[in-house]
């Protein structure tokens, strides 16, 4: 009798998860947090996931800063309209503050994401597998993460103003231009393995529809391409005007075509057989959106419709009503759900174009789990929860996806104010350096496109298959 009760009270423990194992989830491995929802994933791609929802987290907030309400409440901080030696005192009105309450708040919520990932990049460098006693960091201590995250928001409201916003100012612009390079390159590997899958489906089918579809959406894109450059000069440029804006769109559109031309080259297809006009229309359609993006950020109000009335480098954003922060424009919008995509992209990401592993620091998607890691797969199938897919060898650079993550801050950052410069008489104003920065970002962009086009014919030493 007491055998059975010793036994059905062992059976009690280890079915309850007990005051212990909460604790393992909150001090644990990344599987005990998202066990119920993604049962059996790989440890690796659960650890992104839950990283993400924290920068996520960050660009919820800062959207939260932007929006009229919060806005009001935000001149109780200490570093809200002090009146410092040698600013004027009409800067302490409303118009003139109140324009840079939401994009400050923004410069400091993104500083603590960025300060967040950068600590872990460093942290994280060379770690070679789980078994290194700092992969625990990073599948783990998420309470504390979470805690960590959280003193620095607070602290970074606290800064001081001076010339914080200034200088961060230029980690924005540096960092946004990386990140928009990293865009493309998640755009490249995108549209290389859709273009594989459905060829390769359309081989196993022996179906025609493959085919049509793909062809279906690379005439799509290049026709949203076409429709964007019409679109640009009609209301980006004026006919005794807008010369730069005339140039910027002009050149890009020729490079756009000179790439596609060189996808489909015989020399390059004998080389890369799956490199095509999918890829090239996805990358002709990104940098026209770079270049409208570009082009909203003009300072000159007849060459840029999306500036506020009155906007200038010399004029002050006013109203009947004082200054209401806007960054919902187009552009804004359409920047900000790309970044969305690429930055889940990024999480779940396991790709076979080798060059591409190669610039983002991860290694080729396995197409079958060895027998090991399916025997582990199952175990955690029944135990709902994730399995350890690294112990023999890490699937992704830890630190330089904290890397990644430290631009994907700087880029949301600029993106939700756009791109305007605290001015030396702190007025928040729209500069040539974003223009560009993006123009140049988006010359980048194609000029590593088109190495990964002919890099197998001048480096034929090298294994690109």
Known sequence: MDGRMMRSMRLREEESPGPSHTASCLCGSAPCILCSCCPASRNSTVSRLIFTFFLFLGVLVSIIMLSPGVESQLYKLPWVCEEGAGIPTVLQGHIDCGSLL???????????????????????LCVSSSRDPRAAIQNGFWFFKFLILVGLTVGAFYIPDGSFSNIWFYFGVVGSFLFILIQLVLLIDFAHSWNQRWLGKAEECDSRAWYAGLLFFTLLFYLLSIAAVALMFIYYTEPSGCHEGKVFISLNLTFCVCVSIAAVLPKVQDAQPNSGLLQASVITLYTMFVTWSALSSVPEQKCNPHLPTQLGNETVMAGPEGYETQWWDAPSIVGLIIFLLCTLFISLRSSDHRQVNSLMQTEEGPPMLEVTQQQQQQVAACEGRAFDNEQDGVTYSYSFFHFCLVLASLHIMMTLTN????GETRKMISTW????????????????????????????DRDFS
């Open 419 to 422: 791109w305007y410069k605290p």
């Open 433 to 460: 350096t974003a223009v560009w920065v993006k123009i140049c970002a988006s010359w980048a962009g194609l000029l590593l496109y088109l190495w990964t086009l002919v890099a197998p014919l001048l480096l034929r």
């Open 102 to 124: 939401g994009y400050r708040a923004v410069y400091r919520m993104c500083f603590a994401t960025a300060a967040f990932f950068f600590f872990f990049t460093l942290l994280m």
